[in-house]
C-alpha cells in the first residue's frame, strides 16, 4: 500500500507465518566436541498473532525448531574412535509482549517468552539432562525523539533457566522512520 493509504490503516487482528532455515554451513570438524560449523540442517516454522484493542496490542509467536541428524558428531578421535550419530528432539517455542501505545513512537511492553524441549541422543541413547527448558521476562519502553525519531530501551533476565546460562540484558536501540508520523 502506498504512504496514504499506510498512514489511515488500522489493525486489528493479524496473523503470519514465517519460516527460517539454517543451512548447515562454516568449517565443521568431526573430530572435535565445539566447532565453528555445523553439520546439520535446522528449520524453524512460526505462526504469529497480534491483535489491537484500543491502545492495548497483543503479540504471540509459536514455533518449532527441527533438527536433522549429525551423522559424524565428535568422531574418529581419541576419545571416540567410532562414529557417532547425533539427533535432537525438536524445540517448542513460545513469546509473547503485551504493549501499550501511550502516543505515536511512545509505547510500553512486558515481554515474555518460553522455550522446551531439544533433549540430545547419541547413537540412540537419549541424554535426559539436554532437555532445555528456559524462560525469560522483560520489558521494553520507546520514547520519541523528532517527529522520525525515537530510542528504544530494553531489559530482560531469566525467568527460569535450566540449561545455559542466566543473565540480565541491558539494550539501547535508536530507531529512524523515513515515513511521516502515523495517525
Do not use: C
Not at 102 to 124: E, I, T
Amino acid at each position: 500500500m502506498d504512504v496514504t493509504d499506510f498512514r489511515k490503516w488500522k489493525q486489528k487482528t493479524l496473523v503470519g507465518f514465517s519460516f527460517r532455515m539454517v543451512a548447515p554451513t562454516g568449517q565443521y570438524d568431526p573430530t572435535k566436541l565445539i566447532n565453528y560449523g555445523a553439520n546439520r540442517w535446522a528449520f524453524k516454522p512460526e505462526v504469529g498473532v497480534s491483535r489491537r484493542w484500543r491502545n492495548w496490542i497483543l503479540d504471540s509467536y509459536g514455533g518449532v525448531w527441527l533438527y536433522t541428524t549429525n551423522h559424524e558428531f565428535f568422531s574418529r578421535n581419541q576419545f571416540s574412535p567410532g562414529i557417532n550419530v547425533q539427533t535432537q528432539d525438536p524445540i517448542f517455542v513460545f513469546e509473547g509482549h503485551l504493549s501499550y501505545d501511550v502516543k505515536p513512537r511512545l509505547w510500553a511492553s512486558l515481554d515474555g517468552n518460553f522455550w522446551y524441549g531439544g533433549r540430545a541422543s547419541l547413537n540412540g541413547v537419549e541424554n535426559p539432562s539436554t532437555l532445555q527448558k528456559n524462560s525469560r521476562i522483560g520489558g521494553t519502553v520507546s520514547l520519541p525523539i523528532r517527529r522520525h525519531q525515537s530510542v528504544k530501551f530494553s531489559y530482560n533476565r531469566g525467568a527460569y533457566v535450566r540449561f545455559g546460562g542466566s543473565f540480565d540484558n541491558v539494550s539501547v536501540g535508536w530507531q529512524y522512520s523515513w515515513v511521516g508520523r502515523p495517525n
